[in-house]
């Protein structure tokens, strides 16, 4: 079975940096992009962008480009997201998630269960 | 950039249907994929490429695009499905995924 854990929920303060994690097992890591989703508290779900583990290309959406960066390390089959200069407004939970399907029919199969990120002085 | 528009609440009685609905500009032309989201949990998918469900997902579920909007249907709803709910889309334009604002479901 397909299955991506995160690393455990973070408390920062602003202008901090911050990396976590999305560890990914039951296919091959490198085949598959995966995607960042952002949801803040009570609203929807934003996407970020994403990155192709084989070669480690990335978009980003523009309402993150410059803010986070997107990373993955083959060897530990993890994926990274890190935020440089973390603000208020990046309190939320961050998904990763396995995007699947072909051109124009991109969609998103599999979820980890999420970060928690809070960001508070 | 695409948008795609989904009413923020829909309320309905055990074992009526239910049906959610996502508006975008032609999104005839695109395929629709939807997520049930419970609180305190990630999305899961629910239907993809307009009307296919995953393995495990009930066949209450069906799914349906044309014209200007997209929708999803449960029949017979039960408590268990209270969620939220979000529809997306692939903008080939941007090359960005996109999803709606989500729509509440509350079984009255």
């Known amino acids: 079975d397909v299955q991506l854990i995160h690393s455990g929920a973070e408390v920062k303060k602003p202008g901090e940096s911050l990396k976590i994690s999305c560890e990914a097992s039951?296919?091959?890591?490198?085949?598959?992009?995966l995607a960042w989703v952002r949801q803040t508290p009570g609203k929807g779900l934003e996407w970020m962008g994403i990155?192709?583990?084989?070669?480690?290309?990335?978009q980003y959406s523009l309402s993150f480009e410059g803010q986070v960066s997107f990373s993955a390390d083959l060897s530990t089959r993890t994926a990274f997201l890190q935020f440089h200069g973390l603000k208020a407004s990046d309190t939320g939970i961050y998904f990763c998630?396995?995007?699947?399907?072909?051109?124009?029919?991109?969609?998103?199969?599999?979820w980890g269960q999420g970060t928690l990120v809070t960001v508070s002085s | 950039s695409y948008v795609v528009s989904q009413p923020p609440s829909l309320s309905v009685a055990p074992r009526q249907a239910a049906r959610f609905t996502c508006g975008g500009h032609?999104?005839?032309?695109?395929?629709v994929h939807w997520y049930q989201q419970k609180p305190g949990q990630a999305p899961v998918l629910v239907i993809f490429?307009?009307?296919a469900r995953p393995s495990g997902i009930p066949d209450r579920f069906s799914g349906f695009n044309s014209g200007n909007m997209a929708t999803l249907t449960i029949s017979e709803v039960e408590a268990g499905d209270e969620a939220d709910y979000y529809c997306?889309?692939?903008?080939?334009?941007?090359?960005?995924?996109?999803f709606g604002g989500g729509t509440k479901l509350t079984v009255l």
């Open positions: 998630a396995r995007r699947v399907g072909g051109s124009n029919r991109y969609y998103f199969d599999s």
């Open positions: 032609n999104i005839g032309s695109k395929n």
């Open positions: 990155i192709y583990p084989y070669d480690s290309e990335t």
């Open positions: 490429e307009d009307t």
């Open positions: 997306q889309v692939w903008d080939i334009k941007t090359d960005h995924g996109v």
């Open positions: 039951g296919y091959v890591f490198s085949s598959y992009w």
